[in-house]
Each structure stands twice: as C-alpha cells, then as structure tokens.
C-alpha cells in the first residue's frame, strides 16, 4: 500500500492554508523554538549556562547555512566568468586596519544608563534620553565611542608589537590581495573577487538570535571597474543582488531595496543601498551595496607603497579601479529564509508546521523512509538511501509511524519522502511524497532518479 500522513491510503480531504497576508507576532518565538527542537541552531555553551550572542549550528542547521553559501557562491563566482575566489586570513596586523581606517573610525556610541546598569548604543535607542531597559529619563552617561575589532596577541610574548586583530570584515583581504589576483587570473576590469568567511565584531548590543552575534558569516564580493563605469555598475548590482533572494523563494512583499540618504553614506561611498527583510521587528538590512570608489586601494597604496592600479594598454592609460561592493550575511540571510518559509495550515485536525524552502536552500532535497523496522524493507531501503545520496543530500528516518516521519521532515524543509513499503519488495516502486502539496505518486525505483532531478535541479 502507499504510505499517507495518517499511515492510511491517500487523504481526499481539504488542506486549509493559513492566510499568507495575515501578520504573525509570535513568528521569532516559533523561529527560535524550531531551530532547537529540530537541531537547526543552539545556544553556544548551553550546557555551562550558555554564553551570550554565540550559537552552533546543528546538523540541519549546518546543511542549511552551507547550502545558502553554495547558492550565493554559485550565482556570484561558479556562473560567471568575470568572478574569482579568494579564503583570505582572519588574523591580521594593525597595519591593514590603519590603513582601511577601522582603527580610528570603526567604533559605536556607548551609552550606560546610571539607574539600572544596562549599555546601549546611542545611535539605536528611539528615545536618546530614556532607558528602553527601566524607563529611566536623563540617567545615561555621556557618550563614548567604543571600537568593535577584537584584539589579540600573536606569539609568546603580549606587547604592542604582538598586537593582531580578528577581521571586522571579509573585505580587506580582497583588496590587499588586488595585484596578486590580477596579475595570476589574469583578469581585467571589470572583474571581481568573492569571498565567503567568518567576521568578528564586539557588538555593544547584540540581540535577534543569529542576526546580529560578535561572530558571524559574511558574503562578499569586490567588484572592480572603471572609474567612469562606476555608477552603471553599481545600479547594476544593486539590482543582481535583489533579484537572488527572489530567486531563492523571498516573497517580494517582504524584500525592499532602500538606498541610503546623503546623512548615512560612508566617507568614501558615493552611493549605498541596502536589501532589507520584513523581520518581526520591522525593515533591517540583510545586504549593503555600496559604491566604494577608489579609497580602499589608494589606501593601502599610501600605506605599503606598493602600487595597487590597473594598466589599461587599448587607451594607454593606467588607473586606480573604483570599488561596487555588494555585502551580504550569510547567518543573517540564512533567518530571513527560514522566516520567510515558515507556515502553519491545517490539515485535517492537525496543525501542519512546513518549511516552504527552495529545494536549493533546503538542508535534506530527499528522505528515505521504510515503511517498517523490518530487516525486509530496511535492507533494501538503505540500499536506496546510498544510492540516492550520491547525487544529493538525503536523510534517513526508520522511527515511528509514518506520519510522524512526515511531518518531521515538513518541519526542516525536505521537498520529496520516498516510502519504501511492503509493495516496493513486489513492485520495485516507491510512494514520493511532495512537502508542499503532500501530494503522492507512485514511481518505478528504476525512474526515481531523473524522475528527482528534473524537479531538484
């Protein structure tokens, strides 16, 4: 027989979907509880008491953050000839980040509040004289600038000629690494180096879960033109860059593309848009594009007096590159998926939870479930298992009815259950099961393979 979510044959009843417009302010508090319930995401340390603003990510939630760095990087770098890779070091000396300006520049107003304790910073609080933690008016000390970079020392012995810092950003490494890629890719402007990495910033006021943590994932590419190109570019990426999370199953009601006013720009950047998300807390930045001229290769020219410029033979002319820079966070953009893929619909008397995710971002593309714990069916079913994990990356769950199998795997997002049952002994044919209609089909196993592919690739 084929295998339904109630372990019967196929239900004619209705599904019920629950009013995509309809707001849902206990989405973070779902959000939060799913992660740890189905091994997406937990507290770092929890078994010391946790330690704040740090988390794992579990076995679902590692494929998960894998496969939306393999999307960002198969649409910035595998399918363009303009883009190349570069793992640049996270350890670096003060030398760098003199030059990029973060030693001087790189801080947050630090505010205390006298009456309860609480540090906030000043340029986030809604009202810059009350304490959002006791309601206090007129308690804050005045304002200091705090830098963000982690300092560390390097070696056995802790001086200032030791000093070394965790990268704030992925992004100086691209560029202090200009003339080695030009000169080994042999590419030209317009051309671009991608990187995917982890980031450090100490934080004042980290909070939101994953999206804001003083250790993160960052997406970034430095995309190098010519000057008078620039702008055409930059419009551009600004675009390319919206279009993916669309692409990636962000509905567009909850997408916007915000450019900076004049007051919020950079020193150097001539032009800054940020792709935000509707979180349960309003509009926040999942990705800054930014025009960043030619400061940070003068920069570090000035610096190192190395020359960091381009040599244009067709007009005979030599050039410092500007700078599109399109910046993502890959933890960041790795909850607004979830958020956006989160749904509730009745089903029958049940409520159904799903992950509607695009089968790219999805941690599992297929489950294989025996139907039974039976030698008979979990036999050949692991046989299928192995076979099917070759092209993709599947999970396995023999525990517990059927049903439950099923709406385990709703939960984390896997598109297709393949049920081996007693039948498949006889047939040699499976029931594959579709997360988002739970609509079933019976297949030959011997079709299965193109049969998925043609709907996962």
């Known amino acids: 027989m084929s295998a339904s979510d109630d372990s019967s044959p196929v239900s004619s009843d209705p599904v019920v979907a629950a009013d995509p417009g309809a707001p849902d302010p206990d989405l973070f508090d779902k959000i939060v509880n799913l992660s740890k319930r189905r091994g997406i995401v937990f507290p770092s340390a929890e078994i010391y008491g946790g330690f704040r ?4 990510y579990g076995p679902v939630g590692v494929l998960m953050l894998r496969n939306v760095k393999d999307a960002w990087w198969r649409s910035m770098v595998q399918k363009r000839h303009d883009v190349v890779g570069l793992d640049a070091s996270i350890l670096s ?5 003199e030059a990029s300006g973060h030693l001087a520049n790189f801080t947050d107003p630090l505010v205390d509040c006298r009456s309860c304790g609480s540090r906030h910073r000043l340029d986030k609080l809604e009202d810059p004289d009350t304490c959002p933690t006791c309601g206090a008016t007129g308690q804050f000390t005045d304002p200091r600038q705090f830098n963000l970079m982690f300092k560390t020392h390097a070696g056995p012995v802790e001086g200032a000629g030791h000093e070394v810092f965790l990268r704030p950003e992925t992004a100086q490494g691209m560029f202090v690494n200009f003339a080695n890629i030009l000169y080994t890719s042999r590419k030209k402007p317009p051309f671009g180096i991608a990187q995917i990495g982890k980031s450090f910033r ?3 006021t980290p909070g939101n879960f994953v999206f804001r943590t003083r250790e993160f994932e960052q997406m970034e590419l430095e995309f190098f033109v010519p000057p008078a190109d620039a702008t055409t570019w930059y419009e551009y990426w600004c675009q390319t860059r919206l279009q993916w999370y669309l692409d990636h199953g962000i509905p567009a009601e909850k997408l916007r593309l915000r450019a900076h006013d004049a007051d919020e720009l950079s020193h150097y950047s001539s032009g800054t848009s940020d792709v935000e998300y509707l979180f349960p807390w309003g509009w926040d930045e999942l990705e800054g594009i930014a025009n960043r ?3 940070d290769l003068t920069q570090h020219a000035e610096h190192s007096g190395e020359k960091l410029e381009y040599f244009d033979q067709a007009n005979n002319e030599r050039y410092v590159p500007h700078v599109i820079e399109p910046a993502a966070g890959a933890t960041r953009t790795m909850m607004a998926f979830l958020m956006a893929a989160y749904d509730e619909e009745q089903v029958n008397d049940d409520t159904r939870t799903v992950l509607r995710l695009h089968h790219r971002i999805a941690p599992y593309k297929v489950a294989v479930l025996p139907l039974s714990k039976k030698p008979d069916l979990v036999g050949p079913a692991t046989e299928l298992f192995s076979d099917l994990a070759e092209t993709w990356m599947c999970d396995y769950d023999e525990t517990q009815a059927i049903g439950k199998r099923y709406r385990r795997q709703d939960e984390i997002g896997t598109p297709y259950c393949v049920t081996y049952d007693f039948d498949s002994l ?14 079933q089909v019976r297949l030959p196993i011997a079709e299965l393979h193109a049969w998925l592919a043609e709907r996962l690739t």
Do not use: C, K, L
């Open 293 to 295: 001229g030619d400061f």
């Open 202 to 204: 100490n934080e004042i």
């Open 93 to 97: 000396p003060p030398a760098i980040w």
């Open 53 to 56: 603003s740090t988390y794992d």
């Open 426 to 439: 006889v047939d040699q044919a499976v029931t594959v099961r579709e997360r988002d209609s739970m609509e």
